[in-house]
């Protein structure tokens, strides 16, 4: 009887096999229903990561090994660590946010600094007109819709504030190195400015929330902020005196929707996430949807593209740009239960981002 021949491990052939084998753990690792927690706590988040890049050569990847292989891949690992640290440490912040922010969002990059800012989803529109500054010399120059993820920390900011103190007066500091400590994220370089810049922008901007159609529905026209101080300083770049605002007072109408409609959020689970402004409104919109199911809710990639992805690019190319940023929400959001399927997203019941 011939003995069967042991194919050596540096052989081509045996390489070959053992890529094999890893890839199918890895797809083992990656079966339908698996979060990314359970991952980095088995692989850690290189491991994940590089697990990932294995699975993705299996035919059908799922949507997480993709986005874990994918340029967001390593952030997307790290925050999940840092979710299942927050958990064990019991370091999670307790934040709020009004709940049509929930449901339209600001919008993600800069537009011409005159015009408004619209958005039409299935639950609501959003109208931002931006403010005016007078100039000493009576000149009137637009100062633009706020924009990005330190506009969306700053409301998060304020409304957490207002709430937890039950005043509408807000002081952010006397410097904008006060206000980028007070919001957590990295000090110094362009943060300062481009902080200060949001600041001055929420400050003076309108904003108008409608809820229903032109036969029947309510629309709630509101300013942020009734008044604000400031102090001014040259800005050597543009020769201008640039504003910082140093305390706002929250207008009556909007403390009170604030007080009515609030939705806990997670705050060190957003600073985790200022690099995608499109995964902070993904969090904001799960924190507000999962906690109030009672049973699994399909929702499909057209109605996700009209909330999140219309006014950045077209429909057939929705899908692979939103589950990078839908990937990174749900690294930071532990206990949601969301999956993604060929027809959009199915939401499950879940506890809310962070308990009271």
């Excluded at 088995?42 to 491991?47: A, H, I, M, N």
């Excluded at 207002?162 to 919001?183: D, F, K, P, Q």
Aim: charged share 25%; net charge positive; aromatic share 8%.
């Amino acid at each position: 009887m011939v003995e069967p021949k042991t194919i050596p491990p540096d052989h081509p052939i045996g390489r070959t096999a053992e890529r094999g084998t890893a890839r199918r753990n890895q797809g083992d690792l990656f079966q339908t229903g698996t979060d990314v927690h359970r991952v980095v706590a088995t692989k850690g988040v290189k491991g994940a990561v590089e697990a990932a890049q294995l699975a993705i050569l299996e035919p059908r990847p799922n949507s997480l090994s993709k986005a874990l292989a994918g340029r967001m891949g390593r952030q997307i690992a790290d925050n999940a660590s840092s979710a299942i640290v927050r958990e064990f440490e019991g370091t999670s912040e307790i934040g709020y946010s009004y709940s049509a922010w929930c449901l339209a969002g600001l919008p993600h990059r800069d537009q011409p600094k005159d015009q408004n800012w619209l958005i039409e989803t299935d639950f609501a529109r959003l109208l931002v007109r931006p403010g005016v500054r007078l100039r000493d010399d009576n000149s009137q120059e637009y100062i633009g819709t706020p924009f990005g993820s330190y506009a969306r920390l700053l409301l998060i900011d304020w409304q957490t504030e207002a709430l937890e103190r039950g005043s509408r007066e807000i002081h952010m500091g006397r410097s904008a190195s006060a206000v980028v400590t007070r919001l957590g994220i990295n000090r110094g370089g362009p943060s300062n400015g481009k902080v200060a810049d949001q600041l001055e922008r929420l400050a003076t901007c309108t904003v108008d929330f409608s809820f229903g159609n032109d036969k029947k529905g309510v629309i709630v026209n509101q300013r942020l902020v009734d008044a604000f101080s400031y102090v001014g300083e040259p800005d050597p770049r543009s020769k201008k005196t640039a504003r910082l605002v140093e305390r706002v007072m929250l207008s009556q109408a909007f403390f009170d929707e604030l007080r009515r409609h609030p939705v806990l959020v997670d705050r060190a689970a957003l600073r985790d996430m200022t690099t995608s402004p499109l995964a902070i409104d993904i969090y904001l919109w799960l924190a507000y949807r999962l906690h109030s199911l009672q049973k699994e809710t399909p929702i499909g990639w057209e109605r996700l593209w009209r909330q999140f992805g219309s006014k950045v690019g077209a429909l057939k190319n929705f899908k692979t740009q939103f589950e990078g940023p839908l990937h990174l929400a749900l690294s930071s959001y532990k206990n949601a239960k969301v999956r993604v399927t060929d027809r959009g997203l199915l939401l499950e019941p879940s506890p809310p981002p962070i308990r009271p």
